[in-house]
C-alpha cells in the first residue's frame, strides 16, 4: 500500500548538516509513529482479505436473525459511507474480532522467573560465582598493599590540574554550565595513565629468565601448591628459543590481586582486576564486568555525571563503551557488571546494533537472567539500611533509563536510514547523546598482532598499528 506521508518525510527530513534538535526529535518521532501506522494497516488490511473466505458462518437462532433484521431495517445500523469506503474497512464481522497476533506480544515486560533448567541453572552457578570478585576488594589488608603502591602525591597532583582546567573551561563558556568532569573523576583518569604507563606490563610471551630471548608456548602446566593458593587455576609453560638454553618459564594466571600487585603483569584479566582495586583502594565504586566472549574491564561510578563509566586499563580507554563492538568489531552476548551492591546486565550499553554486533543469548532465558541479577542484588543489599537501598534502587532506575536510551537512538538511526533522502544523524549531533559516542573506535592495542588477529579484534577493517 502506498505511504500518503511519503513526499512529506521527504521535505522534513534532515539532510547536510542540519542541526538534530528538539524539533527534529520531534518531527522523527510523528513520522516514525505514521510510519508504524501505515505498516500495520497494511497487515490489517492483507489479514481481513485472508479471513474473508474462511470466516465461520453466523450461528442460527433467533437473537442472530433478529440482529439481522435490525441490520436489515435500521439505517442507523449500516455502517457509514466513509467507513464503507476506507480502504482498510472490515467487510465481515467476525474479522472485526481478530485476536492480536503472537508478535505484538514481544514487548511486553519480560517478568524475573527462576532457572529451571540444567543450562539456565549452571549459568546462574558461574554469574554467582563471577559476583563473587568484587568482593575480595573490600579486604582492609589489602587496600593498605593497594594505598601503598599508588604515587598519591603525582595523582592528586595531576587530578587537580585538570579538574582546574576543566572549570575554567566550563566559566569561560559563559552559561553556567558544570565542569564535564568531577574531581573524583579527574583521580580516575590520572590512576588509569599512571597504570598503564609506568605500572603494569602486558604480557604475550614472558622472555626467558637466563638469557632474556623469546620464548615458545609449550601448552599448559598444573599449578604449584604456591600457585594455587595465590588463585592460579591455570598456568602457561615457555621455553627458551635459543638453542644454548632451552630454559622453561612458567605464567601462572594469577587471579589474587595481592599476588598481582607484586607480579604486576598479566593480560586483560589481571589488568582489570588489578586496576579495579586500585580504584578501589581511592575510594572510588568499582565494577568487575565479565563479558562471555572472554574478555573484562571495569566501571567506576561517576558522581558528578551519575552515571557508570567505562574504564579499560588494557586500552587506556575512559568512557569509550562502543570500543569492543564497534573499535574492534567484537561480537558480544553478555556483558554482566558486577559490585558490592549486586549485579546488572549491561549489554545494551556496549552493543547498541545487535544486529551487528551481537551473538544470540542462548545461555538461559531473559528473564532467568532478569531473576539472577535480582537474586544477587538481594544478597549484596540484605543488611543495608533502607536509606541506602532506596538510593540504590533510583540509581537502578536511573541506569535502566539510560540503557533503553541507548535502545531507542538506535531505533531512530534505523528509522532516519529508512526515510527516502535523509541521512543518519551522526550520534555526536543527536540531541541528549552522552559524551562516550563522539570518542572514534579503535582496533585493539594491546597484544601481539597475532594474538589480536587470532582473536578477531583487530578492528572492523582488520587493520591495527603495532606499538
Not at 595523582?155 to 573551561?169: P, T, V, W
Not at 602457561?236 to 598481582?260: H, K
Not at 541506569?399 to 531512530?412: N, T, W
Request: proline letters at 7%; one cysteine or more.
Amino acid at each position: 500500500m502506498a505511504d500518503p506521508n511519503r513526499s512529506q518525510r521527504q521535505e522534513s527530513a534532515p539532510v547536510g548538516d542540519a542541526n538534530y534538535d528538539d524539533a527534529w526529535a520531534k518531527d522523527l518521532r510523528v513520522q516514525f509513529e505514521q510510519l508504524l501506522r501505515t505498516r500495520r494497516l497494511n497487515d490489517l488490511a492483507q489479514r481481513s482479505s485472508r479471513s474473508r473466505t474462511g470466516s465461520p458462518a453466523p450461528p442460527d437462532g433467533p437473537s442472530s436473525s433478529s440482529a439481522a433484521h435490525a441490520r436489515v431495517h435500521h439505517p442507523a445500523s449500516r455502517p457509514s459511507s466513509a467507513a464503507s469506503h476506507h480502504p482498510h474497512a472490515h467487510r465481515s464481522g467476525s474479522s472485526s474480532n481478530l485476536p492480536p497476533s503472537y508478535s505484538s506480544l514481544r514487548n511486553l515486560p519480560k517478568i524475573p522467573s527462576p532457572p529451571q533448567d540444567s543450562a539456565s541453572l549452571k549459568f546462574r552457578n558461574l554469574l554467582i560465582s563471577l559476583s563473587l570478585t568484587p568482593i575480595k576488594y573490600e579486604n582492609p589488608g589489602l587496600l593498605d598493599e593497594a594505598l601503598s603502591v599508588i604515587p598519591l602525591a603525582q595523582i592528586h597532583g595531576e587530578a587537580e590540574e585538570e579538574s582546574q582546567l576543566l572549570q575554567a573551561q566550563a566559566e569561560s563558556m559563559g552559561d553556567g554550565r558544570r565542569p564535564k568532569w568531577g574531581y573524583q573523576d579527574c583521580m580516575i583518569r590520572a590512576l588509569l595513565r599512571w597504570f598503564k604507563r609506568s605500572f603494569f606490563t602486558w604480557v604475550n610471551n614472558p622472555a626467558c629468565p637466563v638469557c632474556a630471548s623469546p620464548t615458545i608456548a609449550q601448552g599448559m602446566t598444573p599449578p604449584t601448591p604456591d600457585e594455587a593458593a595465590r588463585g592460579a587455576a591455570q598456568v602457561e609453560l615457555y621455553r627458551c628459543s635459543s638453542s644454548d638454553c632451552g630454559t622453561y618459564e612458567r605464567f601462572p594466571r594469577y587471579s589474587d590481586v595481592w599476588a598481582l600487585l607484586q607480579t604486576r603483569r598479566g593480560r586483560c584479566g589481571e589488568w582489570a582486576n588489578c586496576f579495579s582495586m586500585l580504584c578501589r583502594a581511592v575510594d572510588a565504586r568499582v565494577r568487575w564486568v565479565w563479558n562471555s566472549e572472554d574478555h573484562v574491564w571495569t566501571e567506576v561510578y561517576s558522581a558528578h555525571q551519575k552515571r557508570w563509566i567505562h574504564v579499560d586499563a588494557c586500552e587506556e580507554a575512559w568512557d569509550n563503551p562502543r570500543l569492543y563492538a564497534e573499535g574492534w568489531n567484537k561480537k558480544m552476548a553478555y556483558c554482566i557488571a558486577f559490585s558490592l551492591d549486586g549485579a546488572t546486565d549491561v549489554t545494551r550499553r556496549y552493543v547498541r546494533h545487535p544486529s551487528n554486533h551481537g551473538r544470540d543469548r542462548t545461555k538461559c532465558p531473559e528473564e532467568v537472567i532478569l531473576y539472577i541479577a535480582d537474586e544477587i542484588r538481594r544478597i549484596r543489599r540484605e543488611n543495608m539500611s533502607k536509606e541506602e537501598r532506596r538510593r540504590l534502587i533510583k540509581e537502578d532506575e536511573r541506569e535502566e533509563r539510560e540503557l533503553r536510551g541507548y535502545v531507542a537512538q538506535a531505533i531512530a538511526e534505523q528509522v532516519t536510514n529508512m526515510l527516502p533522502g535523509a541521512t543518519s544523524p551522526t550520534v555526536a549531533n543527536s540531541p541528549g547523546s552522552p559524551s562516550d559516542d563522539t570518542k572514534l573506535p579503535a582496533g585493539r592495542q594491546s597484544g601481539s598482532t597475532e594474538w589480536v588477529q587470532a582473536r578477531g579484534e583487530n578492528g572492523p577493517e582488520n587493520i591495527r598499528d603495532d606499538h
